[in-house]
């Protein structure tokens, strides 16, 4: 089974256009809480990542080439593909 999640911001130019799940340094996936932004979660793996944004958390998102800072993306913006 392979997951893909992913974020098209419309309107946006460039490289904010496309964004794609952002793996920091240690290799997981931070989720932030609906009301709480001073504190994070790290998640492993994307099947976590799902079950998260089902339950309204906001993930780390950042350009699909990775250079840009990641920004916090609620569920409504996600789009997730499951083959």
Known sequence: MAIAIH????????????MVPHKFRDGFFRMQEPNNDASCLHVE????VC?????????AMSAADGHAMPSWMGADKVKIAIR
């Open 51 to 59: 079950r998260y944004l089902n339950r309204g958390y906001r993930l």
């Open 7 to 18: 974020a098209f911001i419309p309107g946006a130019g460039g490289r904010t256009r496309s």
């Open 45 to 48: 793996d994307l099947r976590s």
